[in-house]
């Protein structure tokens, strides 16, 4: 049932950009494995081997912390309606930081969000695509506003303070390379 690709064709383009959240994966060679849902048109498909997602400010950030530790990411796609598939991303990434020269290339294919973190830059070198038949049914009913506007109430000297007491080091107690 299972298919492996090489790259992101146009039906798995599609696919990918329908999708109102996917989920992230990654671990370090010791400690915990992370697995984080994310939304909020936060993902740009940038070419056959390469995705972008923007990494908002959140409580934790294991993903920055492992992708400095091994760059190893998985990203998974599931339609929770329509027909049903399974469609993961295999690669490395890189966590792009604002005080990075790439930041203001990337930044530009987002719409704005307050907190915005860090941009994962992705090299896909496996696509693979399930059946999904286990994967129940849902119905999307809106975004959640909550994350923006405790962004917008912090403003960005109380991100900056946040990165610092909350974002610098992972659960293990790697560094994210977060920098402020």
């Known amino acids: 049932m299972g298919k492996k690709f090489p790259q992101i064709d146009d039906k798995h383009r599609e696919f990918i950009e329908r999708q109102r959240i996917f989920f992230v994966g990654t671990a370090g060679a010791e400690g915990r494995v992370n697995i984080s849902p994310k939304g909020m048109d936060s993902l740009r498909v940038l070419g056959s081997d390469r995705v972008?997602?923007?990494?908002?400010?959140?409580?934790?950030?294991?993903?920055?912390?492992?992708?400095?530790?091994?760059?190893?990411?998985?990203?998974?796609?599931?339609?929770?309606?329509?027909?049903?598939?399974?469609?993961?991303?295999?690669?490395?990434?890189?966590?792009?930081?604002?005080?990075?020269?790439?930041?203001?290339?990337?930044?530009?294919?987002?719409p704005p969000h307050p907190g915005a973190r860090q941009i994962v830059d992705i090299e896909v070198d496996l696509v693979h695509t399930s059946c999904g038949y286990g994967v129940p049914l849902f119905e999307y009913t809106g975004e959640r506003e909550q994350?923006?506007?405790?962004?917008?109430?912090?403003?960005?000297?109380?991100?900056?303070?946040?990165?610092?007491?909350?974002?610098?080091?992972?659960?293990?107690?790697?560094?994210?390379?977060?920098?402020?």
Request: aromatic share 10%; glycine share 12%; proline share 5%.
């Open 52 to 110: 972008a997602w923007l990494n908002l400010t959140g409580s934790g950030n294991e993903t920055a912390a492992h992708l400095l530790e091994n760059g190893r990411i998985t990203l998974m796609f599931c339609s929770f309606e329509g027909i049903p598939m399974i469609l993961r991303l295999y690669g490395e990434g890189r966590a792009v930081h604002p005080r990075d020269p790439a930041w203001g290339e990337l930044i530009a294919l987002f």
């Open 147 to 180: 994350l923006t506007q405790w962004a917008e109430r912090k403003g960005p000297q109380g991100i900056r303070q946040y990165w610092v007491e909350q974002n610098q080091n992972s659960l293990d107690g790697k560094p994210t390379g977060i920098g402020v």
